[in-house]
């Protein structure tokens, strides 16, 4: 369904370390990009999959980059232990503490996730959805 999902950052070299530690253990690996004419920028794929991408740049109206209010990307792991990795690793790389990982029982059964910020304010949610997978009509 998505194509690319974009956030900004001030500091690409720590926006870098933080995304790895986030989604490497998810199976993510950095993909390098040369945008043409284009402010500095990092790209993140799925293995063996082109999409979608996860890409971090610093804002191409030169202007500083900023949080938006409401919004979130949600990653998908593969297990609960990628999302405890996952968190660890990104809290360890400047990330701050929106919901330690656990298990939501609220969101349905087998759901088991953390939420996070990055160092530039980009709130982040990992999940593991274990055997629930619900319909259009619920939130989550």
């Known amino acids: 369904m998505f194509s690319h999902i974009t956030v900004g950052t001030q500091d690409l070299e720590l926006a870098g370390r933080f995304y790895d530690a986030l989604l490497i253990p998810l199976g993510h690996k950095r993909r390098a990009i ?5 402010p500095a920028a990092l790209c993140w794929v799925a293995l063996n999959s082109p999409l979608p991408r996860f890409y971090v740049y610093s804002p191409f109206n030169g202007q500083s980059a900023t949080a938006g209010n409401g919004s979130m990307v949600a990653f998908l792991a593969p297990s609960a232990e ?22 939501r029982p609220h969101y349905g059964h087998g759901y088991f996730g953390a939420y996070l910020r990055d160092p530039d304010g980009n709130k982040l949610h990992i999940v593991y959805r274990g055997d629930f997978l619900p319909d259009c009509d619920s939130a989550f």
Do not use: Q
Not at 34 to 38: A, K, L, M, V
Not at 82 to 103: H, K, L
């Open 34 to 38: 040369t945008p043409d004419g284009g």
């Open 82 to 103: 990628a999302v405890n990795e996952s968190y660890t690793g990104a809290m360890a790389c400047g990330g701050t503490d929106e919901g330690r990982a656990d298990i």
